[in-house]
T-cell receptor
Framework: GAVVSQHPSWVICKSGTSVKIECRSL??????MFWYRQFPKQSLMLMAT?????????EQGVEKDKFLINHASLTLSTLTVTSAHPEDSSFYIC?????????????FGPGTRLTVL | EDQVTQSPEALRLQEGESSSLNCSYT??????LFWYRQDPGKGPEFLFT???AGEEKEKERLKATLTKKESFLHITAPKPEDSATYLC?????FGKGTRLHILP
């Protein structure tokens, strides 16, 4: 149990285009979903936290107009990178928790590798 | 400021050579310490959650312990398939991980 999927697993796009990444909890309802990015050999950096039906809470330094997050249902959250640039190239990972808040176990998706040319 | 520090950054062991990974933390109110395993190019895989000092959890060759200031991930008689990066997190704050490499 507690499986999280992400789609696509990798994407290459041209600078200036937008990319949407989906995160789904397959066998449980996720009250809270988290979006992270990870650079090579670095740890996960939280970008934003989203609760179903509410606006996402963004971490300091993360542009909410650039990284649009929609938590449309208890099993689906999407991250849209708008007007992507090469510096947005990274490994984006989502996670889902069954309970609201940061004290519950997070179950991670397999990640999406974004390369912006 | 909440902080999670892992050591060592990297560790190479011979197969069967037991060792421990350290995770020290300074947080204002522990609401769970988490250990994850991450293989290259993949998302983290949940291993353990610890909530209170003195708590211990085991899974196969791994054992996690928790004190008021740090947690240890003990690896007993590791095998090459245990090679991975092990991440420690307190809530949403992650350490940089320990890259473990087990030599056959």
């Amino acid at each position: 149990g507690a499986v999280v999927s992400q789609h696509p697993s990798w994407v290459i796009c041209k600078s200036g285009t937008s990319v949407k990444i989906e995160c789904r909890s397959l066998d449980f309802q996720a009250t809270t979903m988290f979006w992270y990015r990870q650079f090579p050999k670095q740890s996960l950096m939280l970008m934003a936290t989203s609760n179903e039906g509410s606006k996402a809470t963004y971490e300091q330094g993360v542009e909410k107009d650039k990284f649009l997050i929609n938590h449309a249902s208890l099993t689906l959250s999407t991250l849209t990178v708008t007007s992507a640039h090469p510096e947005d190239s990274s490994f984006y990972i989502c996670s889902a928790a069954k309970v609201a808040g940061v004290g519950d176990t997070q179950y991670f998706g397999p990640g999406t590798r974004l390369t912006v040319l | 400021e909440d902080q999670v520090t892992q050591s060592p950054e990297a560790l190479r062991l011979q197969e069967g050579e037991s060792s421990s990974l350290n995770c020290s933390y300074t947080v204002s109110g522990l609401r769970g310490l988490f250990w994850y395993r991450q293989d290259p190019g993949k998302g983290p895989e949940f291993l353990f959650t610890l909530y209170s000092a003195g708590e211990e959890k085991e899974k196969e060759r791994l054992k996690a312990t928790l004190t008021k200031k740090e947690s240890f991930l003990h690896i007993t008689a590791p095998k090459p398939e245990d090679s991975a990066t092990y991440l420690c997190a307190v809530g949403i704050i992650f350490g940089k991980g320990t890259r473990l490499h087990i030599l056959p």
